[in-house]
């Protein structure tokens, strides 16, 4: 989405954000581009980055996973 796109839509983004938990990359002329995500899927993101730290929190996630 282009940034112009998204200040006309200020409002719609953040909703569909959260609505739809799908990440939005707004790009910015001479700058990095941005994301916006939902609150849960950046504090999901966080816990497994941290679970991630440890082999301990690597097999426990692995073994979730495991039938």
């Given at each position: 989405?282009?940034?112009?796109?998204?200040?006309?839509?200020h409002?719609?983004?953040?909703?569909?954000?959260?609505?739809?938990r799908?990440?939005?990359?707004?790009?910015?002329?001479?700058?990095?581009?941005?994301?916006?995500?939902?609150?849960?899927?950046?504090?999901?993101?966080?816990?497994?980055?941290?679970?991630?730290?440890?082999?301990?929190?690597?097999?426990?996630?692995?073994?979730?996973?495991?039938?």
């Amino acid at each position: 989405m282009a940034y112009p796109g998204s200040r006309a839509r200020h409002a719609e983004v953040p909703d569909s954000v959260v609505a739809d938990r799908e990440e939005v990359v707004v790009p910015r002329a001479g700058h990095e581009p941005v994301v916006v995500v939902s609150p849960a899927v950046y504090a999901s993101s966080r816990e497994t980055a941290y679970r991630l730290r440890g082999p301990a929190g690597v097999r426990r996630l692995l073994g979730a996973n495991s039938p």
